[in-house]
């Protein structure tokens, strides 16, 4: 024990030292998880409209008052012709045409039904699809009110109806940040894990200390130990930050799980992330190897860890590939016991055996 507290000394001493590793650690991440919740929002708000309006007519009026008054639109151009608005579209100064036919008013009075022309600029299509969707809800809710004008209201309804009423569990006011902000901030706790790691050791080979210790009394164990526990306990301090300080004051995000089961999940899974870097460590010889082979997993443990985008809707190839990413299972821990206050389905049987129960089911979810 002595001698890995020698060990652990010297660690710390190396990191603190070093004035431009200090910001990577520490700075970057607070920063990002400042910048990346603000942007990571797939709720699509201020989308450039182009109304054609060949009616002119009192209920022509009425739909453009209800889009441009939805918050999801902005009218970019209102006029004559569909040849206009469609330039708009080529100049990228719109995403969507309506186009109000003449005798609209009439013809939805007197036939009780009319068209109405919708053209989507699928460039972008995750923007394509969400603004065709919220130009057709609102139509759909202009319709519904022209009925409800022309019914007549009998004293007693005849007819059964059923409301139905909503109600948000873990995130009453849909809050898309209360989902992001757990899941980038495991996300960012990888990064530092695995680049840390990796790059501290192959420092060692760089500068050539790394003979100096080879030949001192110390232990492959003790030396394996000494360079993963100073990112272990940095891993959980930079995690208490974002957590207590960023998500709490920042976006008003209060954990309501147990934070010892947080805590215990996350000891875990630095173990296993240092591990990572500790394995790219041995097959680099300098930091941009390092830092090349760390980059490679990193990107697919984001992209394939059900951070932007379900899980269950990759393909089935894709799927399995998910289900072997540690980050897949570290994101949904932190996002049920941050938001949902979530235990182990066995914690309720075996109260006194919780925690062991909780990590035999987190190790029995790997299996394929």
Not at 9 to 20: A, M, Y
Not at 180 to 186: E, K, Q, T
Not at 330 to 340: C, N, S
Request: charged share 15%; glycine share 6%.
């Amino acid at each position: 024990m002595r001698t890995l507290k020698f060990l652990l000394r010297k660690e710390f001493k190396q990191i603190f030292r070093n004035k431009g590793l200090l910001p990577m650690i520490f700075v970057a991440p607070v920063i990002q998880l400042l910048i990346l919740p603000l942007a990571a929002d797939y709720e699509v708000k201020g989308i450039n409209i182009s109304i054609v309006d060949h009616d002119h007519s009192t209920y022509s009026q009425q739909l453009i008052s209800k889009v441009t008054a939805s918050g999801y639109f902005q009218l970019a151009d209102y006029g004559n012709s569909f040849q206009g608005a469609f330039k708009q579209i080529e100049k990228d100064k719109s995403d969507l045409i309506l186009e109000i036919p003449q005798g609209f008013e009439k013809n939805l009075a007197r036939e009780s039904h009319e068209k109405l022309f919708v053209a989507v600029n699928a460039i972008n299509g995750v923007k394509a699809g969400l603004g065709g969707a919220y130009l057709a809800q609102i139509i759909s809710d202009y319709n519904n009110d022209i009925r409800m004008e022309w019914v007549q209201q009998l004293k007693f309804n005849p007819i059964p109806q059923i409301e139905v009423t909503s109600s948000n569990w873990f995130n009453p006011h849909l809050n898309y940040r209360f989902f992001m902000v757990p899941g980038i901030l495991a996300v960012l706790i990888t990064m530092i894990g695995a680049y840390m790691c990796a790059l501290n050791i192959v420092k060692e080979k760089e500068t050539g200390t790394i003979e100096q210790i080879n030949v001192t009394p110390i232990k492959k164990y003790q030396f394996v130990l000494g360079k993963l526990i100073p990112f272990w306990i940095i891993g959980i301090f930079i995690f208490s930050v974002g957590l207590f300080i960023v998500a709490r004051w920042v976006y008003g995000i209060v954990p309501v799980g147990s934070l010892l089961l947080l805590y215990g999940y996350m000891s875990l899974y630095l173990v296993a992330l240092l591990g990572l870097g500790l394995l790219i460590s041995t097959f680099s010889d300098t930091q941009q190897q390092a830092m090349s082979i760390t980059f490679f997993f990193i990107m697919i443990f984001m992209l394939m860890s059900g951070l932007f985008t379900s899980i269950d809707s990759m393909p089935t190839w894709a799927y399995y590939i998910a289900r072997l990413n540690p980050v897949t299972y570290f994101i949904e821990v932190v996002r049920m016991i941050v938001l949902k206050e979530a235990v182990c389905r066995h914690q309720k049987s075996f109260p006194d055996h919780g925690w062991f129960c909780c990590v035999s089911e987190w190790f029995g979810n790997l299996e394929l």
